[in-house]
């Protein structure tokens, strides 16, 4: 689409009223229906629920995996499960790019004096997913005071930026794996393996992949900064693979920089996009 058409986009403050406004829109529209949106709800904290009987499970039964016990599991559930929840929350949506495109739907979005990526990311936005939310914040409420983690000051302040940077590298990687659908329509699914498959991947100690991974997973796609690092730090221990120890100080630089490379990739969607003429 000419960038002649395209509306001039409000400031950052403007955007996050923007999103605040449509976001409450959809979620008076659902409350119409409470019943079906608390059955909705409750089904997500039920999957929710079955994610972590199924960590627990292992690790129980095992007893110690790569020098984690059940607590300490959970810890690192809880860590990533949140933070992918709270990404899905807040820009979930944006993975349904490519079926806008295929309707001519987001050729009305880019005329619009709203980012476009705000509206696709409160496009049917929906409370149910504070099903998700919810449970993985309780599991990790409960690792934090099962454990015997020694509360420093460093610790006390760290904890609330630790999980503020896990979520913005979420929500950078929802978006980066949106962006695949500017120019392959139909890889939704390819998206969803990166976002849902590194949620699975981040819910377990990297330690019970080897060392193979876990690199990868530190200096290729950083989804260890989510929860595997935040967790050595809180808990105090050694990487036992051997990584250096700085990197568990580096989830905010990490979220900057990924927010950064997915501001570029959006932008470099947007000027790639054609209209379907619609």
């Known amino acids: 689409m000419a960038e002649s058409v395209v509306a001039p986009r409000p400031g950052t403050a403007e955007g996050l009223r923007s999103y605040v406004r449509l976001a409450w829109t959809w979620c008076r529209a659902l409350a119409q229906y409470p019943v079906s949106l608390a059955l909705l709800t409750a089904a997500q904290a039920a999957a929710m629920a079955a994610e972590l009987s199924a960590v627990m499970f292992a690790f129980g039964h095992a007893g110690r ?23 899905d929350f807040l820009l979930g949506s944006v993975e349904r790019l490519g079926e806008h495109i295929r309707k001519g739907s987001f050729d009305a979005m880019l005329i619009r004096p709203v980012s476009p990526l705000i509206q696709l990311a409160t496009d049917e936005f929906s409370p149910r997913r504070l099903g998700k939310v919810v449970p993985s914040a309780a599991a990790l409420c409960w690792a934090l005071t099962a454990l015997d983690i020694d509360w420093t000051v460093q610790r006390v302040l760290m904890l609330p930026v630790l999980i503020a940077s896990a979520t913005v590298i979420c929500c950078s990687i929802w978006v980066t794996g949106a962006c695949i659908q500017f120019f392959i329509i139909d890889a939704r699914q390819v998206a969803n393996s990166v976002t849902y498959g590194g949620q699975a991947l981040t819910e377990y100690p990297l ?13 290729t796609v950083p989804l260890a900064f989510v929860s595997w690092q935040p967790a050595l730090f809180l808990l105090g221990l050694p990487d036992p693979l051997g990584l250096p120890a700085w990197l568990r100080y580096a989830p905010p630089a990490v979220a900057v920089l990924m927010w950064a ?10 000027r790639h996009y054609r209209s379907t003429g619609s």
């Not at 330690?207 to 200096?219: D, K, M, N, P, S």
């Open 65 to 87: 995996l790569a020098g984690f016990g059940v607590a300490e599991a959970v810890l690192v559930y809880g860590l990533a499960a949140l933070a992918f929840s709270l990404a």
């Open 207 to 219: 330690a019970v992949y080897g060392r193979a991974v876990a690199t990868a997973a530190t200096f």
């Open 261 to 270: 490379a997915a501001a570029a990739v959006w932008r470099t969607g947007l």
